[in-house]
């Protein structure tokens, strides 16, 4: 089955305490993203990547940190978490270096709360 | 810059009424259009996409949208609402020749009345 696999699902931890959230993908898709929910805000792009080794900052990208070592992984890493991080993250991915107008697939996302 | 405006953030319909969420967009480019649904607890599922073909566009579960140029709109119907239609609901809008970034909406979450 065609999926995005994000882990935790679930995670409440404390500031400065560094973690990272693993997102990997089946499809064999270049593009991967990764986004913040907020209530009002929508979704606001953190990271993205259009292949290996190959990655950008996007709307919000302060105080996170991506890799893209593999094609179908791309963790988001928070190396000292603060209150302001706690939100609901969403991994993507779609194919094509670029997109076009591919849909991107989405994770069932990471709910965080840094206390 | 392009930007995406869903009008209503919340939505009220009697199960078997029709359904309208509205968004308009800007862009300076020619751009790609896509709703996306997301039930709680649940990542975002792809309702329907707009690339410069048909301006009337079918998605899933019976909703579809009508891209219109001169009123930048995009704005997605269902005729006949159903429970399970209670979601948050997003506009998309991706600028190919902008690197394709991708822009969200501040969705509209749809409550369905029996």
């Known amino acids: ?115 | 810059a392009q930007s995406v405006t869903q009008l209503d953030s919340h939505v009220s319909v009697s199960e078997g009424t029709p359904v309208l969420l509205r968004c308009n967009y800007s862009s300076s480019y020619s751009p790609s259009l896509f709703w996306y649904v997301q039930h709680p607890n649940k990542g975002l599922q792809l309702l329907l996409k707009y690339t410069s073909a048909a301006t009337l566009v079918k998605g899933i579960n019976g909703f579809e949208a009508e891209f219109k140029k001169s009123e930048t709109s995009f704005h997605l119907t269902k005729p006949s609402a159903h429970m399970s239609d209670a979601a948050e609901y997003f506009c998309v809008v991706r600028i190919p020749a902008a690197g394709n970034k991708l822009t969200f909406g501040g969705g509209t979450r749809v409550l369905v009345k029996p």
């Open chain 1, 1 to 115: 089955e065609a999926q995005v696999t994000q882990n935790p699902r679930y995670l409440i931890t404390v500031t400065g305490k560094k973690l990272t959230v693993t997102c990997s993908q089946n499809m064999n898709h270049e593009y991967m993203s990764w986004y913040r929910q907020d209530p009002g805000l929508g979704l606001r792009q953190i990271y993205y990547s259009m292949n290996v080794e190959v990655t950008d900052k996007g709307d919000v990208p302060e105080g996170y940190k991506v890799s893209r070592k593999e094609k179908r992984n791309f963790p988001l890493i928070l190396e000292s978490p603060s209150p302001n991080q706690t939100s609901l993250y969403f991994c993507a991915s779609s194919l094509g270096a670029t997109g076009g107008g591919q849909p991107q697939h989405f994770g069932d996302g990471t709910r965080l709360s840094i206390l």
